[in-house]
T-cell receptor, first 112, second 114 residues
């Protein structure tokens, strides 16, 4: 059974720092991995989607990498801003259709 | 604007009542999903539908029911059999059902038992 883990559970950094969020999964037979952002009391916003054949995706200050063989993905946020404060979730899909299997999330706080 | 609309944003249920959460999408997506989010437990799949008039149970389907009569709509009913329904409910959709397309989410419905 696929399990997804995110470390750390919470992270606090000063504004301007570059930071890395980690996501690991136990079964490497994934179709894709998706990173989401969730603000308090809100739905999920898709940040980046990495297909299983890809190694990384970039969008603005965000860069996500995928290493299927080791079961790991990282989300790199450059020059963090207070507006980046949110919970970041990673999720994978496998050969059972579009069902997402989620990690518990990392709660990020960027201090001015 | 294309997207997923969930309503209501807040819902209060009395003991023994059934309540229905609405989810509508105008993205022309084939597949739709319902997830439940509890503090400290992440998101868990309740039901999903890959095509109209067909749906499957997810990991925590007991006490819930769904229908998929139209491509755009996937309502979730929380029945009185669900013993702990207080949670945040999220609806999602994907263009395909094969697991290799991006998922989009609605803004959620917070259900509270009073």
């Amino acid at each position: 059974k696929q399990e997804v883990t995110q470390i750390p559970a919470a992270l606090s950094v000063p504004e301007g720092e570059n930071l890395v969020l980690n996501c690991s999964f136990t079964d490497s037979a994934i179709y894709n991995l998706q990173w989401f952002r969730q603000d308090p009391g809100k739905g999920l916003t898709s940040l980046l989607l990495i297909q299983s054949s890809q190694r990384e995706q970039t969008s603005g200050r965000l860069n996500a990498s995928l290493d299927k063989s080791s079961g790991r993905s990282t989300l790199y946020i450059a020059a963090s801003q207070p507006g980046d404060s949110a919970t970041y979730l990673c999720a994978v899909t496998n050969n059972q259709g579009g069902k997402l299997i989620f990690g518990q999330g990392t709660e990020l706080s960027v201090k001015p | 604007d294309g997207g997923i609309t969930q309503s209501p944003k807040y819902l209060f249920r009395k003991e023994g009542q059934n309540v229905t959460l609405s989810c509508e999408q105008n993205l022309n997506h084939d597949a739709m999903y319902w997830y439940r989010q509890d503090p400290g437990q992440g998101l868990r799949l309740i039901y999903y539908s890959q095509i109209v008039n067909d749906f499957q149970k997810g990991d925590i389907a007991e006490g819930y029911s769904v229908s998929r009569e139209k491509k755009e709509s996937f309502p979730l009913t929380v029945t009185s059999a669900q013993k702990n329904p207080t949670a945040f409910y999220l609806c999602a959709s994907t263009w395909g059902a094969g697991g290799n397309t991006e998922a989009f989410f609605g803004q959620g419905t917070r259900l509270t038992v009073v």
